[in-house]
């Protein structure tokens, strides 16, 4: 049986997020509404090129399809658009996404249906919507622009965290921000080793992944066969021994990752050159780079790394 939508796991993503705009968005700058809703209408049936969340957004929807009777996950556009305007947005048969329920806010920001829709995680290019999400106390991420490559043929969903202030609270680094001082963290987090850390903005969404990881799991012991799906991975500048805070975490929420990396303040993009994952969270911008600007960064704007100017 299908789960209903409060025990899915609900993403809410942005048209501008899931979609290439900016040649509508020029157009809408430059010509005003009226020129913007005439250029819709003379390309309804041209699909929209695709956005940087894109290939996340597809690989995600697939998981339905490995678990045709739970259904466990669902997406929902929500959408500054009009519903008039908004017609080509929701043609989603030119990419056969399996997306059906949405919100049209006419130009207003669609933050305040996040927790309507049991959603998870709100993803838009609009940083201002994110920004005012995140302090309202939703999940939500600033998708960076880049160049993401979508290879049909790899049916993997590869998600990677940040843990401090994404997975996790604040709490650790507002200790290191106080003073900068990576002795005073260290021995603040050793001493707190056995004590889990409150969660952070995608908290939620990290043990619904988890979940949805268990289901793979069963169905691994009945079709040994089975292509695991999901993979999931933490990449942090933590290094030992204030890892120790983390696992403690992890197992205190009974969830784990396929992968932890504790970089000790290495540069993030090595590892993730390497891992490829079809979008990764940190809420510092600084370490939101790729030597290729080919990786998929969602930009998470929490507490202490991101003071209010």
């Known amino acids: 049986m299908a789960y209903p939508i409060e025990k899915k796991l609900v993403i809410g993503v942005a048209s501008s997020a899931l979609f290439d705009l900016s040649e509508s968005d020029a157009i809408f700058r430059a010509q005003g509404v009226e020129e913007y809703r ?8 041209q699909p929209l090129p695709k956005g940087v969340a894109f290939p996340f957004i597809r690989r995600f929807l697939g998981i339905n399809a490995a678990f045709p009777k739970e259904l466990p996950v669902e997406v929902v556009l929500l959408s500054r658009n009009s519903p008039e305007t908004g017609l080509r947005v929701f ?3 030119h990419y056969g996404l399996d997306i059906t329920r949405a919100g049209f806010m006419a130009g207003h920001a669609p933050y305040e249906y996040i927790p309507a829709f049991n959603a998870s995680l709100f993803l838009s290019a609009h940083e201002d919507d994110v920004r005012q999400a995140v302090a309202a106390g939703y999940p939500a991420g ?3 622009p880049s160049q ?11 998600v990677a965290f940040d843990f401090d202030g994404v997975i996790a609270d604040d709490e ?3 200790i290191f921000k106080k003073n900068h001082d990576l002795d ?3 021995a603040y987090e050793t001493s707190k080793r056995a004590i889990p850390h409150r969660p952070g903005p995608l908290a939620d969404l990290f043990q619904k992944l988890s979940a949805l990881q268990q289901l793979e799991q069963q169905r691994l012991l009945r079709e040994p066969g089975h292509r695991k799906i999901l993979r999931i991975s933490i990449v942090t500048a933590r290094n030992a021994p204030n890892h120790e805070r983390v696992v403690t975490t992890l ?9 932890a990396f504790f970089l000790g303040g ?3 993009s090595r590892i993730l050159s390497v891992l490829r994952p079809h979008m990764f969270f940190d809420d510092q911008r600084s370490h939101l780079r790729s030597p290729g600007d080919d990786i998929p960064m969602v930009h998470v704007p929490f507490g202490v790394a991101n003071p209010v100017a």
């Not at 005439?38 to 049936?45: I, K, V, Y």
């Not at 993401?148 to 049916?155: A, F, I, L």
């Open 142 to 144: 600033a998708v960076l």
């Open 148 to 158: 993401v490559p979508d290879d049909e043929t790899d049916g993997q969903l590869r």
């Open 91 to 93: 043609r989603f048969r």
């Open 251 to 259: 197992k205190s929420w009974g969830v784990e990752a396929d992968e």
């Open 266 to 268: 290495m540069e993030k």
């Open 38 to 45: 005439r250029h819709q209408e003379a390309n309804l049936d």
């Open 184 to 186: 005073e963290f260290e």
């Open 172 to 174: 650790a680094e507002a």
